[in-house]
């Protein structure tokens, strides 16, 4: 890769315009070097599909186990209060295993979001949407983000799960201060740190206590569920129970969230396909799609070098860190015809968004669905629905979401 391509990165990387439009550097990455060591991250950055894919698809030789104590292992030793207590939640659960303890403890949450049961959830989800567009719709303004695109998967993932409604956003605030800390390439010490350390302990103590008290007193939900199969079979211990509990409810409404937001500013940006869309209904289960590709919720995957390995001409080290560019895969020329341009109609599309092999979105079906439900609600229910203002973006390499989305409808001004 040439000297000049790869200062551009390293200058750009983490910076405001980074974040308001990688994909140009993440271009000249994929086409220059698309298996990349980054010195500012430490960390190998993977952009091309396939390669992307096959790091997905084999997890014996690139582990999800140890990924993030090894991401703090740059803090340094006095950093320890606030590493500490973060490092022992990830040191077990769903997403942060390998087979055989990810075979074991995947199942156990499956039953929750088959399709059954997920298209049995659809009439409370358009009751939810309805009530969320009735909240604003008569004052002609809203920022969809705020009032629409947030509670919309928080309030479903926490109904799911059985959190009271009172807690619903106690939970939520504290699962965006766990997810600050991978706003960055890099762990350091700040705010990120200190507000991940304190939000992770909280959520623990949380649930621990909710989990008791479905002992004590079994519902209909999923943290009953996953507490039952604990004492049943000894296949959850404590630290794998919270540590579910904690993964449902992070994973749970940060994806469907940035996919609504995301997708409602690329609609209101293109009216010509507002249009079609209205003409064509037809098209939404493709336009959904191509919202994910193009936008794609989470931008960043990542994985765990688990021993030394050759991979696309590079010397790959036990315990690096391999950054995977979920945002750039789904652009690549080699895969997608015309990937910079926005295209409802798209067939095959091969996005990663929900990543793939073994660790495939759980949710991805309760996520396509409410999206399903909610573009054409909003649509049909604010008439002249248009931008007012520019939307910003949350400043994170791991989510591609936005921070705002304010829109007007209606006949006004």
């Known amino acids: 890769m040439p000297t000049a391509q790869r200062d551009q990165f390293e200058d750009r990387i983490d910076t405001p ?13 994929r086409e220059g070097d698309p298996v990349y060591w980054s010195e500012r991250w430490g960390v190998w950055v993977v952009t091309r599909h396939e390669h992307v894919l096959e790091v997905l698809r084999d997890p014996r030789r690139f582990s999800n186990a140890g990924r993030f104590s090894t991401f703090l292992d740059v803090l340094p030793a006095d950093a320890a209060p606030h590493v500490d207590p973060l ?8 997403l942060q295993s390998d087979p055989p303890d990810h075979t074991r403890l995947r199942p156990l949450v499956n039953k929750a979001f088959t399709p059954r049961v997920v298209a049995a959830s659809r009439p409370r989800i358009e009751q939810v949407v309805a009530e969320l567009i009735g909240s604003f719709r008569d004052r002609g303004a809203a920022d969809l983000l705020r009032e629409f695109a947030y509670p919309l998967p928080a309030i479903v993932i926490c109904e799911l799960m059985g959190v009271p409604v009172a807690d619903r956003e106690q939970l939520i605030e504290l699962s965006d201060g766990v997810v600050g800390i991978q706003r960055s390439g890099r762990a350091a010490v700040d705010e990120h740190l200190v507000t991940a350390a304190r939000s ?36 959850l211990d404590e630290a794998e129970l919270i540590s579910m509990c904690a993964t449902l409810m992070i994973a749970g409404h940060e994806t469907t969230r940035n996919l609504l937001a995301n997708g409602m500013r690329l609609l209101l940006e ?7 869309l209205a003409a064509e209904p037809d098209l939404w289960e493709s336009a959904i799609e191509e919202m994910l590709r193009f936008e794609s919720p989470v931008a960043r995957g990542w994985r765990r070098v688990a021993a030394d390995t050759s991979f696309q001409g590079r010397e790959l080290r036990q315990g690096q860190l391999v950054y995977l560019m979920l945002g750039a895969a789904n652009r690549d020329p080699l895969v997608f015809t015309d990937p910079d341009t926005f295209d409802i109609a798209r067939t095959g599309n091969r996005h990663l968004a929900f990543g793939q092999g073994i660790h495939f979105c759980l949710g991805a079906r309760l996520t396509r669905l409410e999206a399903r ?41």
């Open 17 to 29: 315009e980074w974040f308001q439009d990688p994909y140009p550097v993440l271009a000249a990455l």
């Open 87 to 94: 490092r022992r939640h990830y040191a077990c659960g769903m």
């Open 200 to 235: 992770i302990v909280a959520m623990e103590d949380y649930f621990r206590d909710l989990c008791q008290e479905r002992r004590a007193m079994p519902q209909d939900d999923l943290i009953t569920a996953l507490v039952q199969a604990e004492e049943s079979g000894d296949r």
């Open 270 to 276: 293109r009216p010509d396909v507002m249009h079609r």
């Open 373 to 413: 439900v909610a573009f054409p609600a909003l649509l049909a229910a604010l008439p002249g629905l248009r931008l007012d203002g520019q939307p910003r973006w949350h400043e994170s390499v791991t989510h591609r979401g936005l921070a705002s989305l304010p829109v007007r409808y209606g006949s006004g001004s």
